[in-house]
Nanobody, 123 residues
Framework: QVQLVESGGGLVQPGESLRLSCAAS????????IGWFRQAPGKEREGVSC????????SYADSVKGRFTISRDNAKNTVYLQMNSLKAEDTAVYYC????????????????WGQGTQVTVSS
């Protein structure tokens, strides 16, 4: 059974940090790119970051470049998203998703999804 389980969300103040985790099981993790997406109330789901499995490359949305860092630990079947200098506009439900090999821009190209974890940035 395929599972992607996100954790690490919470309520923080602007400028603080959080680290999200995405634990995967039920598929060959090493062969899959893992992406992070987020969806704020009333807005479309948007891509945040992705870690390719084909060449180890990473990508980031312009809005999070320099503040967020994605990493993966294939031994633990886990991908992390370190989020620093958080802003109110980062408030959203964050999802991880898996696609075979490479990172895709469109969420519809991802095969597996987690249930999401809430991140709220507020003073």
């Amino acid at each position: 059974q395929v599972q992607l389980v996100e954790s690490g969300g919470g309520l923080v103040q602007p400028g603080e940090s959080l680290r999200l985790s995405c634990a995967a099981s039920g598929f060959t993790f090493d062969n899959y790119a893992i992406g992070w997406f987020r969806q704020a109330p009333g807005k479309e789901r948007e891509g945040v970051s992705c870690f390719s499995s084909s060449d180890g490359s990473t990508s980031y949305a312009d809005s999070v470049k320099g503040r967020f860092t994605i990493s993966r630990d294939n031994a633990k079947n886990t991908v992390y998203l370190q989020m620093n200098s958080l802003k109110a506009e980062d408030t959203a439900v964050y999802y991880c998703a898996a696609a075979e090999g490479v990172c895709y821009i469109l969420s519809r190209d991802y095969e597996y999804w987690g249930q999401g974890t809430q991140v709220t940035v507020s003073s």
